[in-house]
């Protein structure tokens, strides 16, 4: 009879308190799996993942290999679980190298063809004819039904702040007003930063922090703004929950030493910059190792409440950002283990931000045959 109560104790079902603590620590990618097992464990996920430890937004890093035929893999930090995921999935047919723009867009450009990505796991890709100007360091941002790609021009091309939109809908090209004449010797993604909102894409040069928006469907610039915030050294825009943010690092010019990351709040019409919001510890500034010469080499991801910090130079760690209800900002520190020595020197790294959920995970496996599993050291 001992032995019989021991068989029954073990095949006893788990539910309840025992089951939300449990399915709270296990990562998004074995929830998966987990919420086909019964009716009531799938209820059980779905209330884990509503209150319990929701889902948080993931960074996707691309590393795309610089020799033919251009293999690219793709990893996830999960901030939810705090861990590393592999992505196995077909090769992304090659058009020349992968670029991403405000943290959510993928995109490839040649003489000859245009292909992009805005979808949260990149499964669905759309390839176009090349846009009329031929363009090698572009701004490029999606706003509503319309992908903006301005100035980047080559040398020989005769505007070098030319802007075309891509229409998404009617899947047609349309140019329109260049950009401010402001920005010629700037009119680039090494110089610029933007942002892009629900009916606007921001715009600012990094050092000088002078700004525009630009309003696509009435293909109109607005501006100029002053966005930079006395003492900064230079500047990346972001969207944060909903608000529009800069992240500036303070600069010693005298010492041409980093002194610091902040975080501002700007208005979404005028970009006038209001109150700083955040700034980062000494310790995690330590880790980032920023060069004096300024975010050109810092990516800065944005996505909900978070913001993730890596720097090219240094990638050894990512530096994570995350508002509370109460808009203050908390900062942690990942070791990023997909970037190693061997991926710095024969890849092409770019990091984009999305909203995983578990219908996003069940549509790449079910219908892409994709897999994901933990990163091997992570």
Sequence with gaps: MAIQRSVDSEEAPIHGDILDTILTHVPLIHLLPASQVSRSWNGAVSTSL????????????HAQNTRSPYPTTAHAFDPRSRVWVQIHKPEINYVSALRSAHSSL??????????????????????VDAP???RTDPIVGKVGKWVVIAGGTCDFEDDPLAVEMYDVESRTWRTCESMPAIFKDSAASTWL?????????????????????FDP??????????????????????????????????????????KGLKLWELDGETMECGRE????????????????????SVNVNFKGDF????????????????FDDGGRCGWSSVRNSVVNDDVRLSSTVVYTCADVGLGDLQRATVSAGWRFSLKDGA
């Design 106 to 127: 993928l995109y490839m450009l040649s003489p000859a063809k245009f292909s992009f990505s805005f979808d949260p796991l990149h499964q669905t890709w759309d390839h």
């Design 193 to 213: 930063t933007i942002a892009v909102g629900s009916d606007r894409m921001y715009v600012a040069e990094r050092s000088t922090g002078v700004g525009y928006t």
């Design 132 to 134: 009329i100007m031929w």
């Design 307 to 322: 913001l993730f910090v890596t720097n090219n130079s240094a990638p050894e760690r990512v530096i994570v950002g995350e």
């Design 277 to 296: 919001i955040g700034e980062l510890p000494a310790d995690f500034l330590k880790e980032l190792e920023p060069d004096f010469a300024g975010l050109s």
């Design 217 to 258: 469907d009435t293909a109109v610039w607005s501006g100029p703004y002053d966005v930079r915030p006395g003492g900064s050294a230079s500047s990346a825009l972001g969207i944060v929950n909903g608000r529009l943010v800069l992240v500036g690092l303070i600069g010693d010019g005298a010492n041409q030493k980093v």
């Design 50 to 61: 509503r209150g319990f430890n929701k889902p948080k937004p993931w960074l996707i890093l």
